[in-house]
């Protein structure tokens, strides 16, 4: 068992200290250009992580933490989040790290310089409380019509949402360096995650705003999210040999 | 209500980043923290299930 001597480790980001504004407790552990951003952590801190119970807050809180410190490179260096409950064994470790996963975070680094996370999420909307027929006074068929026609009409509705997601979708992939799905729930359409430059945030967004408008009139609605730092494009495993 | 799911879609936005999401680091240099995985695994399901949740 380690002695104590814990580190948690957020980003590899650029080893350029003078620029980063980390606050009291991160420090930058630098090798060559790179460098990889760490806080001592006392083991105790994850003692009972499994006991916690997912809807508990501590585990948001925590999270919170992790995106502060990978935000606040983020303003100022390119950064390539680590996943949370990366614990490095030491100063010695950290730049292990560093000198194994070298070439691979420079590339991935490289990749997600200049850009920004948004992501996109496009759902129906609830059918209208006012979208019951009236029925009252109606013989069975007539009854019968009306409800098929009401159900077409959905259809139709949806069908037409459908297809204007699946142009947002082609047209934010235009702005966008790369995509990347999220889980899609039930009722959910897009649930995406576009990388852009920052360059072409503007036009990202005048074109979100366009299809959103029309979304909303085809009875759905279009959210956006971030900007975030390149959590979803950073999707590359960092070894350190185990025989060195 | 929709102040609430919208809350709940925020955390989720960022526990799916935070947790899931990012490089992840193998060898001996890692302190393997038992339950991280189990806590992955718990959040998995609940996003999941937070999300399909009928609103």
């Known amino acids: 068992m380690s002695t104590g001597d814990w580190l948690c480790a957020y980003a590899i980001t650029r080893n350029r200290p003078a620029g980063l504004d980390l606050g009291p407790a991160p420090r930058l552990i630098g090798y060559r250009d790179l ?12 003692d009972r992580i499994d006991t916690l119970d997912p809807v508990d807050s501590a585990i948001a809180d925590l999270a919170r933490e992790h995106d502060a410190v990978v935000r606040a490179v983020f303003r100022h260096e390119p950064v390539l989040p680590l996943r949370f409950g990366t614990v490095l064994d030491g100063e010695d470790a950290a730049l292990r790290l560093l000198q194994a ?11 997600v310089a200049g850009h920004r996370e948004w992501g996109v999420r496009v759902r129906h909307a609830e059918p209208a409380a006012t979208s019951r027929p009236d029925t009252a ?20 509705t949806r069908e037409d949402v459908v297809q204007t997601a699946g142009r947002l979708d082609g047209a934010l992939r235009q702005h966008a ?21 920052t360059g ?3 036009a990202f ?23 975030w730092p390149p959590y979803s494009f950073t999707d590359v495993e960092l070894g350190a040999a185990v025989d060195g | ?23 992840v680091v193998h060898g001996d240099v890692i302190i393997s923290l038992a339950g991280i995985d189990l806590v992955r695994l718990d959040l998995r399901l609940l996003l999941l299930g937070l999300e399909e949740a009928p609103v």
């Open chain 2, 1 to 23: 209500m929709a102040d609430h799911t919208e809350a709940v879609e925020a955390v989720a936005d960022l526990l799916d980043r935070v947790v899931h999401r990012g490089a």
């Open chain 1, 35 to 46: 460098g990889v951003v760490v806080a001592d952590v006392a083991p105790a801190r994850f």
């Open chain 1, 137 to 156: 006074g109606l013989s069975g068929t007539q009854y019968l019509v009306r409800r098929r026609e009401r159900l077409k009409a959905i259809q139709r």
């Open chain 1, 200 to 202: 072409r945030e503007a």
């Open chain 1, 205 to 227: 967004h005048a074109e979100f705003e366009r299809f959103a408008g029309e979304l909303r009139d085809a009875g759905a609605t279009a959210e956006s999210t971030g900007p």
């Open chain 1, 177 to 197: 360096a790369d995509t990347s799905g999220r889980p899609r729930p039930h009722g959910v359409l897009v649930n995406t995650a576009y990388l852009v430059e």
């Open chain 1, 101 to 111: 996963a070298y070439e691979q975070a420079r590339t991935c680094l490289d990749e």
